[in-house]
Nanobody, 119 residues
C-alpha cells in the first residue's frame, strides 16, 4: 500500500513564506516525476510545479521566481518552498507522484493541504 502524506500548509500573510513537504511511503520500487498541484474554490486543479527524478523542473508562469520545488530521492520526498505569497495562491495543494510499486507505473495523490494567504 502506497501513501503520500503532505504537511506544511497553513495561514500566512501576503508576502510571507511556507514550505510544503510530501513523503511517499510503502512498497515503492521506483519514483519518476513528483509534482504539486493546487485547486482553489470554483477552479480546476492546476499543475504548479514538477520535478523529474533527474532534477528537471517545471513551474507554471504564475509562480516562476517565487516557488522552488526540490526532492530527496533517498526519502521519496518532494518539497515546495513558497515565497512572496499572494492571496491568489490560496488553494488546497496536492502532491502527486508517478511511481511503481510492485506492479505497473501509476499516479498516486496526497490528501491535500490547505494554504491560505490573507491579512
Amino acid at each position: 500500500q502506497v501513501q503520500l502524506v503532505e504537511s506544511g500548509g497553513g495561514l500566512v500573510q501576503p508576502g510571507g513564506s511556507l514550505r510544503l513537504s510530501c513523503a511517499a511511503s510503502g512498497s515503492i520500487v521506483s519514483v519518476n516525476v513528483m509534482g504539486w498541484y493546487r485547486q482553489a474554490p470554483g477552479k480546476e486543479r492546476e499543475l504548479v510545479a514538477a520535478i523529474s527524478s533527474g532534477g528537471d523542473r517545471y513551474y507554471v508562469d504564475s509562480v516562476e521566481g517565487r516557488f522552488t520545488i526540490s526532492r530527496d530521492n533517498a526519502k521519496n520526498t518532494v518539497y515546495l518552498e513558497m515565497n512572496i505569497l499572494k492571496p491568489e495562491d490560496t488553494a488546497v495543494y496536492y502532491c502527486k507522484a508517478e511511481l511503481r510499486a510492485p506492479g505497473p507505473w501509476g499516479d498516486y495523490w496526497g490528501q491535500g493541504t490547505q494554504v491560505t494567504v490573507s491579512s
